[in-house]
């Protein structure tokens, strides 16, 4: 860790439901994640399994309905608190990039180019990466793999050599 690694994420019992009654759809069951300022995480899974509601709660987007999230030391579970932490982040430089499926709708050589920018603006800034993704092949240039199934989070592994993302094909 340098002294430019920032950001960072805690998650405890994050769960999230739409609707209501028979309606009801539990996109996020009492996850838990923890990440280390400046990495790079993937979080992969089918879709459907609650990548974007996992990454827009991160991102102050929505709201959990239980739970505590602590992004970049900031606690945003609750209300005002959430809105003072986005404009704060929004004024300085990012501690954390969020990005939900970055080469989803890219053509391969396109995908892989915002896939470099993003390493490369990490590794240069020491910012932290989280990238939503449903491609195992994007999810190669990233430290840790956080896969998800059902609203749940199923595993955390760590590349032990993250591929470089000029290198990754799919
Ligand atoms: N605004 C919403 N209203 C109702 N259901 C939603 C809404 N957003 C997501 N969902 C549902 O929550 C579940 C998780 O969705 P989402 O987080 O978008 O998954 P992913 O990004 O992995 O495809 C899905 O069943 C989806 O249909
Ligand atoms: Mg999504």
């Known amino acids: 860790m340098t002294e430019h690694m920032r950001g960072g994420a805690r998650l405890r019992g994050v769960s999230k439901t739409y609707g209501e009654g028979g309606a009801a759809v539990r996109a996020l ?4 994640l923890d990440i280390s300022a400046g990495e790079f995480v993937a979080i992969l899974g089918p879709s459907g399994s609650g990548k974007t509601t996992l990454l827009n709660i991160i991102g102050g987007i929505e709201s959990a309905d239980r739970g505590a999230i602590v992004v970049a030391g900031q606690d945003i579970s609750r209300g005002e608190q959430q809105r003072v932490s986005i404009a704060r982040a ?5 501690d954390l990039l969020l990005a939900d ?4 709708a890219l053509d391969v050589a396109t995908g892989r180019r915002v896939l470099e920018l993003l390493q490369q603006t990490s590794r240069a800034t020491g910012c932290g990466v989280i990238m939503v993704t449903h491609n195992e092949a994007t999810a190669e240039v990233a430290d840790h793999v956080v896969r998800m199934r059902d609203g749940a989070i199923v595993s955390t592994d760590r590349n032990t050599s993250p591929a470089d993302a000029a290198t990754i094909h799919w």
């Open 29 to 32: 069951r009492e996850v838990d």
């Open 90 to 94: 929004l004024a300085t430089d990012p």
């Open 101 to 104: 499926e970055p080469a989803g």
